[in-house]
């Protein structure tokens, strides 16, 4: 965005600012508005990563008085949107109120209690935004003046992030190291060449000097490589100390409010921990029936009593039918279209031609956590493509690696297709960014959308995809065991102490992994809170409403309209989604 543009885009948002402040009783539509534009200021980062103009180039400088300002701002925020009554709108704009309010009193609730600044390192690792600004589709001379004003505030950050890091936790302080090391690169060496190409351009007004691009970049370059320094040599060695550092664990009271906030669902984590406790029991019935049926096949006689030790004898056996090391990007890539195909073939959604999915190897400052993902465009940036993004196994030894190959044999690596992208996250999303709610688009629920990956991976069965095999069945159950005991662990790990003993022998013993992802799982339960309790809640939820669906549906049931239906509305918490469906069949 030029500076002249910039200045009108201030100045509009400004009038328009001042209108609605003056004149608050406007309708919904005017406080929705309203809203992003100071949410986007309150979260740049934010509108950077939507595709929203005119924020990258600021960097907001985390110290006690941006907080407490940024808490009566959303207090501000809070007050303006309580004067418009959810009983008066129409069902869309309804979800879209609970959804800002929930947004908002999130927000407050994580300044003022979860407090992540003071603890989480990690959250100081702003490489995507550089990397962001360098892939969008700016002339080079808006990228350049947008990087030049962020990287003239860097120092300025960094010096708070070391001010406000008083008793981290060891698990977000190495996880920290590890992504700023990771994206170094862009700052020593794209960035500079962004800064060549610049230079290079003629007849440019305003132009920032040679001198003054160099200076910018190498203050900020030395901030960050001064900040992995002291997080390595001074504040890790500190942690030690066990006064000095804080549990990764968040404990009831917390949790229960994160839960609540994050899920949004009708279950609560107890309810969730119950159910998820019989459905591990029943699952462990399924599992004993199919090994009873396939050992002769395995192993040349029979199975007069299966216990959970033929179990994971079996799928030790199955799972030994893996792609290579060094072919594990590309099967995935090459898998993708033999989803579609199905999809297509059952008439089981509409998928869309003109949305582009593009696999590619985990960008370095990415990686640390999932080994595979999805980064789909903002809604506001709805023609780019999106990214499955696949970690390669390169940083594994070959022992770790054959472990990791086995969890992703060939069946469970289809179901992780499933899962990941058609017609899984991908899918889901290309309908969000349809939605005609920004708030839905830009708030999307994490249950519903984790509920709606895991939902499609027994659906896709039921259907018939992979030939009803019981070896695909027996191995869905182990990856429904895993969206169980995400749920599981995580609630024990954060509420109830439970050890590293204690989930290692939940994850191999009864869920069947293999040690690489138990142990990935361990990591990642001690690095977030909540969202490994998304998968089992959102596809609970989901099933249910299916279940429900075909009741009041009767002969006039239908899938493809059900999924079609269903996505229509958004990434909304799946409670709203029923409301609105059920609001629609008797309107």
Same mark, same amino acid.
């Given at each position: 965005?030029?500076?002249?543009?910039?200045i009108l885009f201030?100045l509009?948002?400004l009038?328009f600012s001042?209108? +609605?402040a003056q004149n608050?009783e406007t309708?919904?539509?005017?406080y929705?508005?309203?809203?992003?534009?100071?949410y986007?200021?309150?979260?740049?980062?934010? #509108?950077?990563?939507q595709?929203?103009?005119?924020?990258?180039h600021?960097l907001p *400088? *985390?110290?006690?008085?941006t907080?407490?300002n940024s808490i009566d701002?959303?207090q501000?925020l809070h007050?303006?949107?309580k004067k418009?009554?959810p009983?008066t709108?129409k069902?869309?704009?309804?979800?879209?109120?609970?959804l800002l309010?929930?947004?908002?009193?999130?927000?407050?609730?994580?300044?003022?209690?979860y $407090?992540?600044y003071e603890?989480?390192?990690?959250?100081?690792? *702003?490489?995507?935004? /550089?990397h962001?600004?360098l892939?969008?589709?700016?002339?080079?001379?808006?990228?350049?003046?947008?990087i030049?004003?962020?990287? %003239?505030?860097?120092?300025?950050y960094?010096?708070?992030a070391?001010?406000n890091?008083?008793?981290?936790?060891?698990?977000?302080?190495?996880? #920290?190291i590890? =992504?700023l090391k990771g994206?170094?690169?862009?700052?020593e060496?794209?960035i500079?060449q962004?800064m060549? !190409?610049y230079m290079d351009?003629?007849k440019?007004k305003?132009k920032i000097?040679k001198k003054?691009l $160099?200076?910018? &970049?190498e203050?900020?370059l030395?901030s960050?490589?001064? /900040?992995?320094?002291w997080?390595e040599n001074?504040?890790?060695?500190?942690?030690?100390?066990?006064? @000095?550092k804080?549990?990764? $664990?968040?404990?009831?009271d917390l949790y229960s409010?994160k839960?609540?906030f994050?899920?949004q669902s009708?279950?609560s984590?107890?309810?969730?921990?119950e159910k998820?406790?019989r459905?591990?029991a029943? *699952?462990h019935?399924?599992?004993?029936?199919?090994?009873?049926?396939?050992w002769g096949?395995?192993?040349?006689?029979?199975?007069?009593?299966?216990?959970?030790a &033929?179990?994971k004898?079996l799928?030790?056996?199955?799972?030994?039918k893996?792609? @290579?090391?060094?072919?594990?990007v590309d099967?995935?890539?090459?898998?993708?279209?033999?989803?579609?195909? /199905?999809?297509?073939?059952k008439? %089981?959604? +509409?998928?869309d031609?003109?949305?582009?999915?593009?696999?590619?190897?985990?960008p370095?400052?990415? $990686?640390g956590?999932a080994?595979?993902?999805i980064s789909a465009p903002?809604?506001?940036?709805k023609d780019r493509?999106?990214y499955y993004?696949v970690t390669p196994l390169?940083?594994?030894?070959e022992e770790e690696?054959?472990?990791? %190959?086995?969890?992703?044999?060939?069946?469970?690596?289809q179901?992780?297709n499933? &899962?990941?992208a058609?017609p899984?996250h991908?899918?889901?999303l290309v309908?969000?960014?349809?939605a005609p709610?920004?708030v839905?688009s830009?708030?999307?629920?994490?249950?519903?959308? !984790?509920?709606?990956?895991?939902y499609?991976? =027994?659906?896709?069965?039921e259907e018939g995809?992979?030939?009803?095999?019981?070896e695909?069945w027996l191995?869905?159950y182990?990856w429904n065991?895993?969206e169980?005991?995400n #749920?599981l662990i995580?609630i024990?790990?954060?509420t109830q102490?439970?050890t590293k003993?204690?989930?290692?022998?939940?994850?191999?013993?009864?869920? /069947?992994?293999?040690?690489? !992802?138990?142990?990935?799982k361990?990591r990642r339960?001690?690095?977030t809170q909540?969202q490994?309790?998304s998968?089992?809640?959102?596809?609970?939820?989901?099933?249910?409403l299916r279940?429900?669906w075909?009741k009041?549906?009767?002969?006039k049931y239908d899938l493809k309209l059900f &999924?079609t239906?269903f996505l229509g509305?958004g990434?909304a918490p799946v409670?709203h989604?029923?409301t609105?469906?059920?609001?629609?069949?008797l309107d």
């Open positions: 965005m030029s500076l002249q543009k910039h201030i509009l948002n009038c001042m209108l +609605y608050p309708n919904f539509e005017d929705k508005k309203y809203f992003f534009e100071k986007w200021e309150l979260n740049p980062a934010s #509108a950077t990563y595709g929203v103009d005119g924020y990258a600021l *400088i *985390i110290d006690p008085t907080v407490q701002k959303y501000s007050q303006l949107l418009h009554s009983n709108l069902t869309s704009d309804r979800i879209d109120y609970f309010d929930n947004q908002i009193q999130s927000k407050i609730w994580h300044l003022k209690y $407090r992540a603890w989480n390192p990690s959250i100081y690792n *702003i490489s995507g935004q /550089f962001k600004i892939k969008d589709d700016l002339t080079t001379a808006e990228k350049t003046q947008a030049y004003s962020k990287l %003239l505030q860097v120092p300025a960094y010096e708070a070391k001010k890091l008083q008793k981290p936790t060891v698990e977000h302080t190495d996880l #920290a590890q =992504r994206g170094l690169d862009f700052y060496k794209d500079p962004l060549e !190409e351009l003629k440019i305003g000097s003054k $160099r200076n910018a &970049h203050a900020a030395l960050v490589q001064s /900040f992995v320094q997080l001074d504040l890790r060695p500190s942690l030690d100390n066990p006064k @000095k804080r549990s990764f $664990r968040l404990g009831k409010k839960f609540a994050d899920i009708d279950y984590a107890q309810k969730v921990y998820g406790m459905d591990k029943l *699952i019935l399924e599992m004993k029936k199919i090994t009873q049926q396939l096949k395995y192993f040349g006689d029979s199975l007069e009593h299966a216990t959970l &033929h179990v004898q799928i030790d056996k199955i799972a030994e893996h792609v @290579k090391r060094d072919e594990f099967a995935i890539r090459q898998q993708i279209p033999e989803l579609e195909a /199905f999809v297509k073939e008439d %089981l959604i +509409y998928l031609p003109k949305k582009p999915l593009e696999v590619r190897a985990t370095a400052y990415m $990686r956590i080994g595979a993902s903002g809604p506001f940036e493509p999106t993004n390169d940083h594994y030894t690696a054959e472990s990791y %190959l086995k969890e992703y044999n060939h069946y469970i690596l179901i992780l499933i &899962h990941e058609v899984g991908y899918t889901q309908y969000a960014n349809k709610s920004l839905k830009i708030f999307g629920n994490g249950t519903m959308i !984790e509920g709606w990956a895991c499609v991976e =027994r659906m896709m069965l995809y992979g030939n009803h095999e019981p695909m191995m869905y182990k065991l895993r169980i005991c #749920a995580d024990g790990v954060h102490k439970m003993k204690e989930v290692m022998n939940l994850l191999v013993k009864e869920a /069947f992994q293999e040690s690489t !992802e138990a142990e990935g361990w339960v001690t690095l909540v490994l309790c998968y089992y809640t959102g596809l609970t939820e989901i099933y249910e279940e429900a075909k009041v549906k009767k002969d &999924h239906q509305y990434s409670k989604i029923k609105m469906m059920y609001q629609d069949y």
